[in-house]
Every structure is written in structure tokens, then in C-alpha cells.
């Protein structure tokens, strides 16, 4: 709405010379001597309707008013018609304020010094370099040049201006993230210490439980199963939690399907290879025990990893995706032949690699090797995971 606004303003005020000119050449025509010729008519309207389009060619504009201005100033109009060949010191002052570039409003400036140089001649003396001619130009050209340069110097400062307030309120909604992330640790922190790992520690024991009690009653196995279970899933749901508190993006986006892990992998190295890289994969045929954090977490790691290798990685260079259980988890591990250091280890997509393997409880390498550069993690399994709750 603003913005309309401002530029119906600046379309009305370019308007203003089509009124204000024919009224400024009626009220300087009276019966007798005093009347404005048809030819000073025509140059003013055509004057006037130039004005129109100095938005579009400002330069060009101001040198054509410049010219107009010339014979009409030669004509020694009188009363009110003698301001209409002002209208080329207006377009120096909107040229002076838009441009940026001095050698444009240098060659502005000069047209209009010449114009009103030869439409004064002869008015005051016979030489051209008479005293009051050259007082008179240097008034006519020095006041729209100067405040056409003011104009302009306002118009920057109030664009610092307001370049400086957006940085201010970024500064401002940044440092509010950061004390929301910071909050959000915090809290993070205390459910782990009250919650997480008791509820680890209750399903351990139960599991022991069970094995100690194996040759009781069946029914006291399947309460002890079920016990088990919904202890496990509510731990599962309490890390869920803790790390959408520390990455708020994690409960952003929709979590992936067990069964769909390694189709989502084979579809990203796909992605690889259709960009013109050789990739060799090894991806195992099953990637359970990976609880929904992990299974996103595995995903985003092969993702970000595959597009640094399409970021920064020659085509012809051999790309190799591993991923296979190992340890009661999943290991990862990518190298492809970055060599040069477009890749830098202190990089925004790296560290989110890194963060996102730490709040899964893994771990994460990364770095450039004598074969090229290599990206190792490992993620635990669920089990290994309840186990790391209970020992803390």
C-alpha cells in the first residue's frame, strides 16, 4: 500500500507541468502586445509533455528540456510564461538526485549551464561573458545542481537508515533465537536428567526380569513384555522430544519410515550419478534398529554429504557411499575426490551434520585423507541407546 502510494504521488507530480504550464501561458496573454506567441505554445507543451518520461530517460530528458529551453528563453517571454524553460533546471535536479554516476550529471549540468548561457546573452550586455549573465547562469545551474546533489545525499541516508534498522531487528530476532535455543538446551538438560535415563534404567531391568523369571507363569512374561515395550517406546518418544527441544527443525519435518530408509538412500545416490558422478554403494539390506530421530538423522547425513560432493567434487572423480551395521548400530561412511578446500570442515552444512549425529548419541568424522575427503559416523541402535541412558 506504501509503496502505490509513493508512486502515485511521483506520478501526479510529474503531471503537474501538463496543468500548471498552459495555466502559467494564460495568465501572461492579454489583448494587445502582451500575448504568448503560438510558437513558445508549442515549445512549452512539448516541454511539458517531454517532462512526462524523465523517469525512463532521465539524461536524455534533461538535455532535450535543455535545448527547448534555448529559443524560448531567446523569445524574452515575460510575466508568468518566463518560468516554463525552468523546467530543464527541474530535470537537472531529479538528475542530479537519481544518478549516481558524476559523468551523466556532469553532462547534464553542462547542457543546461549553455542553455541558460546563450538564452541570457544579450539580455543585460553584448558579450557573452558579461558579469550579470554569468551571475545569473551560475544562479540558474548552481541551485538545482546543488539541490539536486542534497536530494540525494538524503535519499542515501535515508536508505543507510533503514538498511541499519533491518540489520538491527536481524541482530534482534537472531539473539531471540538464540536465547529460545539456549531455553530450549535447558530444557533439554532437565527432562534428560529427570526422565530419560530412569526410564532407560526401568527398561534394563525389566528385560532382566524377564530372563530371571523365564520358567514362570506366561502371563507374568506378557506383562513383563508389555511393560517393556511401552517403557521403551515412551523412552523413544522422550528422546523424539529432547531433540526437537535442541533442533527445533527436527520436529519440522516428517520423520522417515523404517522401511523406507534405504529407499530414500538408493534415490539420493541416484540423484548423484544423474548429475554425472560414478558412484559406488554398498547399502545394507537392512537398516533396522535405528529409532526415528536416527533413521532421519542417517538420511539428512548421506544427503548433505552427496550434495557437497555435487557442490564441490569434479564429475570424473569416483564417489563411494558405504552404509552396514556395525556395533549394534549403523555406520556410514563417504568418500569421493574432493581435494581442494571447497569443503571446509568449520562450514554451515557440516557443523548441522555434526550436531545432528551428536543429538542421536553417534559420532562423526570428517575430514580430507591421501584418497580424497572422507565422511565417517556411526549411529547406535535403539538398545545401545537405552543402555547409554541407564549408564548415566
Same mark, same amino acid.
Given at each position: 500500500m506504501e509503496i502505490r502510494l509513493r508512486r502515485d504521488v511521483r506520478l501526479v507530480v510529474r503531471c503537474l507541468p501538463l496543468v500548471l504550464v498552459p495555466v502559467l501561458l494564460v495568465a501572461s496573454t492579454f489583448p494587445g502586445q502582451y500575448q504568448v506567441p503560438w510558437s513558445y505554445w508549442l515549445l512549452a507543451?512539448?516541454?511539458?509533455?517531454?517532462?512526462?518520461?524523465?523517469?525512463?530517460?532521465?539524461?536524455?530528458?534533461?538535455?532535450?528540456?535543455?535545448?527547448?529551453?534555448?529559443?524560448?528563453?531567446?523569445?524574452?517571454?515575460?510575466?508568468?510564461?518566463?518560468?516554463?524553460?525552468?523546467l530543464g533546471g527541474v530535470a537537472l535536479v531529479e538528475m542530479a538526485m537519481?544518478?549516481?554516476?558524476?559523468?551523466?550529471?556532469?553532462?547534464?549540468?553542462?547542457?543546461?549551464?549553455?542553455?541558460?548561457l546563450l538564452g541570457q546573452w544579450g539580455t543585460h550586455e553584448a558579450t557573452l561573458w558579461g558579469a550579470a549573465t554569468v551571475v545569473e547562469t551560475g544562479t540558474y545551474v548552481g541551485v538545482p545542481l546543488l539541490l539536486g546533489l542534497y536530494l540525494r545525499g538524503q535519499r542515501d541516508l535515508a536508505a543507510s537508515l533503514r538498511l541499519r534498522a533491518a540489520d538491527a531487528e536481524t541482530r534482534r530476532a537472531e539473539a531471540e533465537l538464540r536465547t529460545r535455543a539456549a531455553e530450549r538446551s535447558a530444557m533439554a538438560r532437565e527432562l534428560h536428567d529427570l526422565i530419560a535415563h530412569h526410564? $532407560?534404567?526401568? @527398561?534394563? #531391568? /525389566?528385560?532382566? %526380569?524377564?530372563?530371571? +523369571?523365564?520358567?514362570?507363569?506366561?502371563?507374568?512374561?506378557?506383562?513383563?513384555?508389555?511393560?517393556?515395550?511401552?517403557?521403551?517406546?515412551?523412552?523413544?518418544?522422550?528422546?523424539?522430544?529432547?531433540?526437537?527441544?535442541?533442533?527445533p527443525a527436527?520436529?519440522?519435518?516428517?520423520?522417515v519410515d523404517a522401511a523406507a530408509v534405504r529407499?530414500?538412500? $538408493?534415490?539420493? @545416490?541416484? #540423484? /548423484?550419478?544423474? %548429475?554425472?558422478?560414478? +558412484?559406488?554403494?554398498?547399502?545394507?539390506?537392512e537398516l533396522t534398529g535405528l529409532d526415528a530421530i536416527g533413521r532421519l538423522t542417517l538420511l539428512r547425513l548421506v544427503q548433505e554429504s552427496l550434495t557437497n560432493v555435487m557442490k564441490h567434487a569434479e564429475p570424473t572423480s569416483p564417489v563411494q557411499v558405504r552404509v552396514d551395521r556395525r556395533a549394534e548400530g549403523i555406520a556410514v561412511h563417504i568418500r569421493?575426490?574432493?581435494?581442494?578446500s571447497g569443503t571446509n570442515p568449520a562450514g554451515?552444512?557440516?557443523?548441522?551434520?555434526?550436531e545432528r549425529v551428536e543429538l542421536a548419541g553417534g559420532t562423526f568424522t570428517v575430514g580430507a585423507t591421501a584418497q580424497g575427503w572422507e565422511v565417517d559416523a556411526w549411529l547406535p541402535g535403539v538398545e545401545t541407546s537405552?543402555?547409554?541412558?541407564?549408564?548415566?
Open positions: 507543451m512539448f516541454a511539458s509533455g517531454l517532462f512526462l518520461v524523465g523517469d525512463r530517460w532521465p539524461l536524455a530528458v534533461s538535455i532535450a528540456l535543455s535545448a527547448l529551453a534555448v529559443p524560448m528563453f531567446r523569445m524574452h517571454p515575460w510575466g508568468l510564461s518566463g518560468l516554463v524553460p525552468f537519481r544518478t549516481r554516476q558524476n559523468r551523466r550529471v556532469a553532462v547534464a549540468t553542462a547542457c543546461w549551464a549553455l542553455a541558460v526410564m $532407560a534404567s526401568i @527398561v534394563l #531391568r /525389566v528385560g532382566i %526380569a524377564r530372563h530371571v +523369571v523365564a520358567d514362570q507363569d506366561p502371563r507374568v512374561n506378557a506383562v513383563l513384555d508389555d511393560v517393556r515395550t511401552t517403557a521403551a517406546d515412551a523412552l523413544a518418544d522422550i528422546r523424539r522430544l529432547l531433540a526437537a527441544l535442541r533442533d527436527l520436529g519440522e519435518v516428517a520423520l529407499t530414500e538412500l $538408493a534415490a539420493a @545416490v541416484r #540423484r /548423484v550419478e544423474v %548429475a554425472g558422478f560414478a +558412484v559406488e554403494y554398498d547399502i545394507a539390506p569421493s575426490g574432493i581435494a581442494d554451515h552444512g557440516i557443523i548441522g551434520m555434526r537405552i543402555r547409554a541412558e541407564a549408564a548415566q
